[in-house]
T-cell receptor, first 114, second 113 residues
Framework: GESVGLHLPTLSVQEGDNSIINCAYSNSASDYFIWYKQESGKGPQFIIDIRSNMDKRQGQRVTVLLNKTVKHLSLQIAATQPGDSAVYFCAENMETGTASKLTFGTGTRLQVTL | DGGITQSPKYLFRKEGQNVTLSCEQNLNHDAMYWYRQDPGQGLRLIYYSQIVNDFQKGDIAEGYSVSREKKESFPLTVTSAQKNPTAFYLC????????????FGQGTRLTVV
């Protein structure tokens, strides 16, 4: 039978512009969040993370914002480059009592146009 | 160099056969995870393990089995009970309860022929 799942939304951005990728997470008890970048046929690569006691964290050209009130996470990429074209996933870490469960959002495909 | 290794990169299976995907890490990580990814879709959690000889079902565990006999290894068996096994399988590891990022292998693409 068919796999159940959602097809990836796509964000198209012109080279040099800023990109904002959004993610809604599911568990208000999650205490750690990560953004990953995945290129075709490869495993996801870490971009940036944030703990639940923070609202904002900045890296090189990337910023993650966390809004716990509405359970929303965003990734901002400054001066987007062609090499930024990939699928971006957010992940949340949930403590289940006996284990840490790392679950992913559905992902967003970022297309950088020249 | 430390890392997480999945093998093989491509795997073909006949319908009705079980197949085992390998995942090995030398990062001394406690926790390991298996995810399934279908074309154009996100990652769905199959199984995860925090310590040796213990593991938990993820969101789509039916038709899969795992073992965790060693800290470094977390093999995934795709059984004949899995009705649609063709997918990209990703293994990850992380330090348990340390809230650090998970490291991923490069994936195994399984095709049923």
């Amino acid at each position: 039978g068919e796999s159940v799942g959602l097809h990836l939304p796509t964000l198209s951005v012109q080279e040099g512009d800023n990109s904002i990728i959004n993610c809604a997470y599911s568990n208000s008890a999650s205490d750690y969040f990560i953004w990953y970048k995945q290129e075709s046929g490869k495993g996801p690569q870490f971009i940036i993370d944030i703990r639940s006691n923070m609202d904002k964290r900045q890296g090189q050209r990337v910023t993650v914002l966390l809004n716990k009130t509405v359970k929303h996470l965003s990734l901002q990429i400054a001066a987007t480059q062609p090499g930024d074209s990939a699928v971006y996933f957010c992940a949340e870490n949930m403590e289940t009592g006996t284990a840490s469960k790392l679950t992913f959002g559905t992902g967003t495909r970022l297309q950088v146009t020249l | 160099d430390g890392g997480i290794t999945q093998s093989p990169k491509y795997l073909f299976r006949k319908e009705g056969q079980n197949v085992t995907l390998s995942c090995e890490q030398n990062l001394n990580h406690d926790a390991m995870y298996w995810y399934r990814q279908d074309p154009g879709q996100g990652l769905r959690l199959i199984y995860y393990s925090q310590i040796v000889n213990d593991f938990q079902k993820g969101d789509i565990a039916e038709g899969y089995s795992v073992s965790r006999e060693k800290k470094e290894s977390f093999p995934l068996t795709v059984t004949s009970a899995q009705k649609n096994p063709t997918a990209f399988y990703l293994c990850a590891s992380t330090r348990w309860a340390m809230n650090t990022e998970a490291f991923f292998g490069q994936g195994t693409r399984l095709t049923v022929v």
